[in-house]
Structures are given as C-alpha cells and as structure tokens.
C-alpha cells in the first residue's frame, strides 16, 4: 500500500519553495557542529561560526536592559508587589511595566489580545511613528505580529506549515493565481521567493545595481513591468527592501521619491521592508520610511496602498526570539482592511511579549528618565561595534584577489561578489551544485565558517556571491578574517586556470 503522504502527492508549491538561510549548507554545518560535540578533534576547526542568519543574540549579543526589565515584571507582575523591586528594577521600568499592565485585559501576558494587538500598545507605537516621521500615525493602521517572519498555522495539502506572518498576509491578500505578480528585488531575502512561490503567483525580479552600491533603478524596474505585463502577467506589488537584505544599501531619499511616483503611476502596492531602520553605519546616509516620502509628497490616503514591515528581531536590540514586530497598511479601502483584519484574526493575536517589545522599540527611554544613560550607552555601543565589524569584513575581502565587496552602508550583512576560476566552476557542475554554494561547502568544510551562498538569493546570470553576517562577536572577527583568507587563498590556487 502506498504511503499516505509522500514527496510525490505533496503541494507542488511547497516543493518548489525555498529558503536558502537554512539550507543544505546551514544543515551540514549543524551535523559538523556535532560531531565537534561527540568527537572533539576530529576537525580542522574547533567551533562553527555561524555567519548565515542575523540572529544577534545566538552569537553573544546582549539584550537591552531596560527593555527586558519591563518584560520580566508584565510577565510577573507579583514582583511588582515587592518591597525590594525599587533596589532591582530602575524607576522607569516600573513605571512602564505598569502603564503596559493596565492596557492589558487582565493584566496577563499570557491571555489573548486583539487580533490587531494590544490597542494601548499600537496606541504606543503609532505616537513613535508619528514621532520618527513627523507625520500622524493611526493605532487602528497598525498590526502587531510575531515579526516580519513568524508563524501561523495554515493547512496546505493535509500537512499544517509555519507560515511567516507579515509578508505572507499580504501575498494571501494579492496573489490570486499564477498570474498574479510581484516585482521583487534581486538579490533579496528568500522569504519573498518562498512566500510568492507557496501562494502560487509570480515572481517578476528587477536587478539591483551592484556597480553602483546596489542602487534601485527606476528604468530597470520599469522595463521588468513592461516585460512582465506583456506576457500577461498582472503586477501588482512592488517589494522594497530599505536598508538591503542581502546587499546592505541605504536608499538614498531622492531615489525612494522615485519608487513611490512610480507606485503610483503604474497602480502598485508598495510593500517596505524597513525591519534594519536602526541599522545604519554610514555618516552621509539616513534612513527615511516610505510613510514619511508618501506623506511628504503630499499624497494622501487614497492616493498609494503602502505596508510597511517593522520587526524587534533586527536593529540594536536582536530580540528574534522574542518574536515581535507590527505592520503599518494604509492606503487601502475599508472593505480591503475588512480582509486583512479577517486573515489576522486566523491567528488568533500575535505574542504578547513581542508585541510589548514592538511598543518599547518605538517608545525607548527619554532623556530624564532614569534608565536613560545606560539604554543610549548599550544602544551606541551596539551599533558602534557593528559598524566596526562590518568595515573590518568588508576591508578584509577586498584585499583579496577574485572578491569584491561593496560599502555596507546598512543591515546586517555584506554581499561580496566572487569571480571564480574556471576549473572551479567546472569542477562545481560536475559536484552538481551552483559555484558559489561549492565555494561556500568548501569554506564550511575547511574553516567551520557558514555562509550562504548568492544562488540562494538570487544574483545577475553569470555572477557568484555569498551573503556573510556582520555579527559574531568583535573578538572573533580578526580570526573568521584569518581563517577565511587562508582557505580562499588556498582555494584559488587550487582551481587556478
């Protein structure tokens, strides 16, 4: 008797979804890691260094104090009764945990919430976006979710998957058929491709610009619309990605005018992925959100359908296992919003330790309050040492003959383009495998080092990249530069032509 379930009688959608960030290499660097564990010695390495996914905290990160402080008391609120909570927890967390405690039903973090969130919490963050952009923000614009990549259950096929929860609302939303496109950049995170190919639409890439800091150009965008439409392809969404995942560009603002008219003039949704806002590591460039250029346009809410993604899991707080994050839609009719609210009311409510993250991010202390010192020390530190790290790696690389490397301007990655000998790209075919994911097993394989490589991501035909995290520990990064020089050194001779 046949199984039940196999390969062969799965969702064909499900197989063609793929997520490189923990892909075949991520795995085979999990089961080397282990046998570091059962069989110390048995490698050229003595630990993975885990360099594929921006995941802070995995890689010793510390988390914000003041914020973890108002967790533990609205987790445990029986502490605030306490006498001694005032010589454990600074005065401003108190207090914060107890306005947060008030706008819960229940005062329980363990209790659902609103499918939207908590309304005193989205109350909280729609003042921070108000406050960050200088133009008003509405609580009832705003879902909490669990990040810009959580999950829900959804059943497709008789088998229950995560699903991540932001982008995925939105592909539910808009993706009707095969037909139905969405304009992604490329490179770009693999959530997109994942999310458009399990929703069974159509992804229509548009190339960024690597001779230029990997710019968005307009015309190029344009010509993959025209090109899209006429093979009868119906767009109707353009991804952004500010700053880049995996390129670590910051749109310069001139550019993001651009990308909003021509939302506007061609009918497009515009979906802005700004979860690395916090991330930006170079003097002559500033992060602006899409909400804000629309706005400063002039145009209102009738004039461009926009979402913008926030998540608690980037920026200086690394809090990606907690979860949190909000989208903000405007630009979309009530009966649209109707629907949205529906697919959000599936799942219930998001976390609610993410969502109280989501209103701290945007409502960190202020200048006065007690916490305040030490919060901005732990947060310049934070950024300062990335900016550190990502200069040292992206030096590193382009001392090295066959690499280059652009500025990594923001994020947390850098994105260096390979130019492969050869024999080593033949010798890649005959492995079966795409030269940049044979470059990057090998790397594993020699120096205990994970990346991951540019096919995973998506690149310009012809091209070889990998994506590299700007975030083990400052300590380790002059070893991870060493080690890595050794091998590609090595690795090109090897296969020189």
């Known amino acids: ?109 363990g209790a659902y919430s609103h499918s939207q969130g908590i309304k005193g919490l989205r109350d909280t963050i729609a003042a921070g976006i108000t406050s960050r952009d200088g133009f008003p923000a509405n609580a009832d614009d705003i879902f909490l979710t669990d990040g810009a990549s959580p999950g829900y259950e959804l059943y497709i096929s008789c088998i229950i998957l995560l699903f991540p929860c932001q982008v995925h609302l939105m592909m539910q939303l808009l993706i009707r058929n095969e037909k139905d496109g969405i304009l992604v950049p490329i490179p770009q995170y693999p959530l997109y491709s994942a999310s458009i190919a399990l929703h069974g639409g159509a992804l229509v890439p548009y190339y960024l610009n690597e001779s230029t800091g990997w710019g968005l150009e307009i015309s190029d965008v344009k010509k993959q619309l025209e090109d899209a439409r006429s093979k009868g392809i119906d767009v109707r969404a353009l991804v952004v990605i500010n700053p880049g995942n995996p390129t670590g560009q910051v749109l310069a603002e001139e550019n993001q005018y651009d990308i909003v008219k021509f939302c506007k003039n061609e009918g497009l949704v515009l979906l802005a992925d700004e979860v690395y806002q916090e991330n930006i590591y170079v003097d002559n460039k500033k992060f602006h959100s899409f ?103 992206e030096d590193a690389f382009n001392k090295l003959d066959g690499i280059t490397c652009n500025e990594a301007e923001g994020a947390m990655y850098l994105f260096p383009q390979l130019s492969l000998p050869q024999k080593a790209i033949q010798a890649a075919k005959a492995a079966n495998k795409a030269p940049d994911a044979f470059y990057a097993l090998r790397l594993l394989e020699s120096t205990g080092i994970v990346v991951v490589p540019g096919s995973g991501f998506g690149q310009v035909p012809g091209t070889w990249h990998f994506r590299c995290t700007i975030l083990p520990q400052e300590e380790k990064i002059p070893a991870i530069i060493s080690r890595f020089k050794v091998f590609h050194e090595a690795f090109m001779a090897e296969y020189h032509d």
Not at 12 to 25: H, M, N, S
Not at 295 to 303: A, I, K, M, T
């Open 1 to 109: 008797m046949a199984a039940t379930v196999a390969v062969e009688n799965l969702n064909p959608k499900v197989l063609k979804c793929e997520y490189a960030v923990r892909g075949e290499i991520v795995i085979h660097a999990q089961r080397l890691q282990q046998q570091l564990q059962t069989q110390p010695g048995s490698l050229p390495f003595d630990e993975i260094l885990y360099c594929n996914i921006g995941n802070p905290q995995s890689l010793g990160q510390q988390p914000v104090t003041f914020f973890r402080e108002v967790l533990a008391l609205c987790d445990h609120p029986y502490l605030l009764q306490r006498d001694e909570i005032k010589s454990l927890f600074s005065a401003d967390s108190i207090s914060r945990a107890k306005q947060i405690l008030a706008s819960i039903p229940g005062k329980a973090t």
């Open 291 to 393: 909400k804000k250029i629309v706005r400063s346009l002039g145009y209102g809410e009738e004039d461009l359908p926009l979402v913008s993604y926030q998540s608690v899991s980037k920026g200086y707080y690394g809090e990606c296992g907690k979860r949190g994050g909000y989208m903000e839609i405007t630009g979309f009719s009530a009966p649209v919003r109707e629907q949205i609210y529906k697919i959000a009311s599936v799942n219930l409510c998001s976390n609610i330790s993410g969502q109280i993250l989501a209103s701290l991010v945007m409502n960190p202390p202020k200048a006065g309050d007690e916490s305040f010192a030490s919060y901005k020390a732990e947060k310049d530190g934070i950024i300062a040492s990335l900016t550190r790290r990502a200069k040292s790696l």
